[in-house]
């Protein structure tokens, strides 16, 4: 696996994570982004590690442009 494929794995977990967390104060904004973003997260899974496909996009390569636009939802950093 390449450095840069771990990084997507990574990232991958952290959105995953970060898209079931909520706090006290959240807005109901952030909420729904991350709502989306856990669906599309879901729906776009990588099939596995050594060589992914994106599990939503018939096989294409992971991380598509959806699993990459939720991992960016999901964090708050970046919304």
């Known amino acids: 696996m390449t450095h840069n494929m771990h990084q997507q794995f990574l990232a991958y977990e952290r959105a995953v994570r970060l898209s079931g967390e909520t706090y006290k104060g959240m ?8 709502s989306i973003a856990a669906r ?3 729906e776009h899974s990588p099939s596995d590690q050594n060589t992914p496909t994106c599990a939503g996009c018939d096989g294409a ?3 598509c442009d959806t699993a990459r636009g939720a991992m960016s939802l999901a964090d708050p950093h970046t919304n």
């Open 61 to 63: 390569a992971w991380p």
């Open 27 to 34: 807005s109901g904004a952030e909420r729904s982004f991350r």
């Open 40 to 42: 599309d997260l879901e």
